[in-house]
Structures are given as C-alpha cells and as structure tokens.
C-alpha cells in the first residue's frame, strides 16, 4: 500500500476514485455523483489545485482525502480536510490513519495550525475514527445534508497539529 500527493497528470486517477467514492456512499457526502460526473476536465483540474492524497493497492486507488486551506491572512492556520473515502474492505487495516497522517504532515509543512471536518452524525464508525485520530468534536450543523428526502445532522471536529 502506498499513499502520495496527485499531480495534474494524475486527474484519472483522482476521477476514478472520487466517482468511487460517491456512488458507493452518497450519503457521506455533500456533493453527489451526479454532480461531479458531469464536470469538465478544466474543473477536475481545478479541484485539484488543492492537495488531493490518495492511497494505492498496486496500481488501484483505494483511498482518498483532500485538503482545503482557508483564505484571508487571519484564518490562512486553518484547513478542511475533504473528501475522506476508503474502500470498505480495506477499512480497519490502518490505511485510513496512514492516509490522513499523509494529509496531516503535508498541512504542517504548509503551516496548517488546526484541521477542520465534518461527519455524518450517522456514521459512529467514523466520528469513532476521527476521535482515535486526536480529533474533537466541537459543534453539530443540523440538517447539514438532505439525502432522498432526510435531514442528516453534521459533526464539526478539529484536530490541532501545532
């Protein structure tokens, strides 16, 4: 298993996982497959401007996880991490930790302070993930998403990595 940072030559390698990512578990996420399956080329690029990390087994993506420094002078400390996905069967194994490790030192590098997410308060299994990882929970947006007609409440967590 290996983890590393995309370059814009790697945008197939970034489509195909993210497109993985939303058909599998739509409800995870604010954009949807539809959404990003329509995007041209130019936009791909573009959302890929921002670090994009993503995990391999051989040659196939598994895993991905995104970064999103905040703009202006006094907020530049803070990122969002996005896009988090890893391949169910391949969860459990330490990839995942592995993945956001990646992300984590290439915000310090950038002088990232503090790490920003948010979760589906409908998926223990990450908000349990995400709390191993030193994360905090620190506010709740209710009815953050609306997936097939539901309301889903988002967790806001915060890592300091100062």
Do not use: C
Request: glycine fraction near 8%.
């Amino acid at each position: 298993m290996t983890i590393r940072r995309l370059e814009a030559t790697d945008v197939d390698i970034f489509k195909r996982i993210r497109l993985e990512a939303l058909r599998l578990e739509p409800a995870a996420y604010a954009g949807t497959y539809d959404d990003w399956s329509g995007l041209s080329e130019e936009e791909w690029l573009k959302r890929m401007s921002e670090p994009v990390f993503v995990a391999f087994e051989g040659e196939a993506p598994v895993g991905l996880a995104g970064l999103i420094r905040q703009r202006g002078i006094k907020m530049a400390h803070r990122a969002v991490i996005v896009m988090v996905y890893l391949r169910q069967s391949l969860r459990g194994t330490g990839l995942a930790s592995g993945l956001l490790n990646a992300v984590a030192a290439h915000a310090s590098d950038m002088g990232i302070r503090q790490l920003e997410l948010t979760v589906s308060a409908e998926n223990p299994a990450a908000i349990r993930f995400y709390q191993r990882e030193g994360f905090s929970e620190v506010g709740r947006i209710p009815a953050a998403l609306l997936h097939d007609g539901r309301e889903i409440d988002e967790f806001v967590m915060v890592r300091r990595i100062v």
